[in-house]
């Protein structure tokens, strides 16, 4: 009886350390993410990943690295159900599976192969690799931003800091990504605090507190000195919130089209100098004159606003056999003539296209066999009129750091277009949102969002919501915008900073080896000596 109550415990004790443990661990670290953004939490999920490297042999740290990963990736990216399941007409179980199987993969790119490298470090440094260890989750960080396929940026820790604006500010020196790496310090120290509770560990905490601190009164007076400078101009911004499912519905085109003309007309009497629509919006192509595109025109010949800037999928008939479809941003003047266009470059893997290696599941999922894929976008071109130089960025081209300060160097104004429709009342248009926020402390420009269905805002080139319409609502927001040349300390300086982020993991593993070898040189000479003295 005493042996069966033994035998209960350990398996209590396996079981809570090897899975309810490392599951709430990532729970806390994605509820850490708009929407819900609990402060700080990430430190509890990171505390149980950094302790299972100090205690646990390889094979048992890797499962727990796997299935805190698991558990944040499950709960972090749960939109992607939503829209498989309302609109693509993939059945409940099919939608789960295929969140699990991303789940696998996303866990085993940022988290297991992150605590394979630490894990293996530790055997030459020791628990000195914690001094390493931020640096190299930031590196794996930025790989996402470049592969697989057009890369997947999303959810990078440090969006769990950004929305204290304050702290956010350190990102026009060194991106999002030195958010990231605050975080994990921050992680690090705590977990040293909480582990060690010695004098080393108090003064690392502290440190860590009163560097955050000082990026908190940076970022505080950034805020406050900031004043606005450059050619002042009037957006309308059009929040149509026209639902996913009326947007595939073929025959609620012209209903659509009756929204905008009215929305447009309504933002013309409030006098702006450019009224904006969101992604896909208009249901006619530029490249062709339909009655849809006609009747859209004629019924603004009146309008007294010059410029109308929509986004809008432009359908390209090089031949018979090849139909290209570009998701666009095109800018018309009132009469309909299309004045300058941009294609969309950072097309969504399995969402605008699929990728050749996974054609084949196209049999099980039905929103693959659907339509043609989208073409991609050959150039970063600005859209430019008078004083206006727009960088344009169509939904998820926004989350990428690099490819936005990149664009940005030439231009004086961010305008952001998307559809989140497809996500429904879930984290998926809060985190988005949040990413592109981050986007205009980064490059030091006014970023104007269009969302279909919201959240759209005009956000200050210190990342202030000016104005804001939120999820679900149909509408005109009025905003004014500066548009200003400035390039930030990241934008300037973005080429050296990324391979700083890159090369830094592998100096400071040179320096903490250098370090050990001296120490053990030392050791062993003292050890030489002891006898004789």
């Known amino acids: 009886m005493v042996n069966l109550k033994i035998k209960k415990k350990s398996i209590l004790k396996i079981f809570s350390k090897y899975f309810f443990i490392p599951i709430l661990s990532g729970l806390f670290i994605a509820l850490s993410f708009p929407k819900y953004f609990f402060p700080f939490g990430f430190l509890i999920g990171f505390f149980f990943l950094l302790n299972s490297l100090t205690e646990d042999s390889l094979k048992k740290h890797l499962l727990i690295s796997f299935l805190i990963g698991f558990s944040f990736s499950f709960f972090a990216f749960g939109w992607f159900t939503y829209a498989m399941e309302v609109y693509l007409d993939t059945n409940f179980i099919l939608a789960n599976l295929i969140l699990i199987l991303f789940s696998l993969v996303f866990s085993i790119y940022q988290f297991v192969i992150f605590s394979l490298i630490v894990y293996t470090l530790k055997n030459y440094v020791g628990n000195k690799v914690l001094l390493v260890a931020p640096l190299i989750w930031v590196f794996i960080e930025i790989t996402r931003e470049f592969i697989p396929f057009t890369g997947f940026p999303w959810n990078l820790m440090g969006y769990t800091l950004s ?21 994990l310090y921050m992680s690090v120290a705590t977990f040293y605090l909480l582990k060690f509770r010695n004098i080393k560990s108090i003064l690392s905490f502290f440190i860590i507190v009163g560097i955050f601190i000082g990026i908190y009164i940076y970022g ?13 101009k009037k957006v309308a911004i059009i929040q149509g919130n026209i639902k996913q499912n009326e947007k595939l519905d073929k025959s609620k085109k012209d209903y659509i089209l009756d929204r905008y003309i009215s929305l447009v007309k309504k933002a013309d009497t409030l006098k702006p100098d450019i009224i904006i629509l969101p992604e896909s919006s208009l249901p006619f192509s530029p490249s062709y004159i339909d009655e849809r595109y006609i009747k859209f025109f004629y019924s603004l010949n009146s309008i007294k606003t010059k410029l109308i800037l929509a986004g809008i999928d432009d359908i390209i008939f ?100 998307t559809n989140d429709g497809w996500f429904g009342d879930t984290s998926g248009p809060y985190q988005h949102f949040e990413m592109a926020r981050v986007r205009a402390i980064e490059t030091g420009k006014y970023l104007v969002r269009v969302a279909n269905t919201g959240i759209s805002a005009v956000i200050s080139p210190v990342g202030e919501i000016k104005s804001v319409l939120g999820l679900n609502k149909t509408g005109v927001l009025i905003g004014d915008i500066y548009l200003n040349n400035n390039q930030t300390f990241f934008v300037s300086h973005l080429k050296e900073i990324y391979i700083f982020y890159i090369l830094s993991p592998t100096f400071l593993v040179i320096i903490l080896l250098f370090y050990n070898r001296k120490r053990d040189k030392k050791i062993e000479i003292e050890r030489l000596i002891k006898p004789h003295s």
């Not at 505080?220 to 002042?232: A, E, F, P, S």
């Not at 941009?342 to 339509?371: D, H, N, Q």
């Open 220 to 232: 505080y007076n950034r805020i406050k000195g900031y004043t606005d400078k450059g050619v002042k």
């Open 318 to 417: 090089d031949n018979i056999d090849d139909v290209k479809i570009y998701n666009t941003i095109t800018l018309f003047n009132k009469n309909g003539k299309v004045l300058a266009q941009y294609r969309k470059i950072k097309l969504v893997p399995f969402g605008e296209y699929t990728p050749k290696p996974f054609t084949i599941f196209s049999k099980i999922i039905p929103y693959l066999t659907v339509g043609i894929d989208f073409s991609k976008g050959k150039e970063k071109n600005l859209i430019v009129y008078k004083d206006f130089k727009i960088i344009p960025l169509i939904c998820f081209e926004s989350i990428f750091p690099y490819f936005v300060a990149d664009f940005s160097k030439n231009g004086n104004l961010i305008i952001n277009i």
């Open 163 to 183: 929305p204290i604006n304050e702290i956010a500010q350190i990102s026009s020196i060194g991106g999002i990504y030195l958010l990231s790496i605050i975080a």
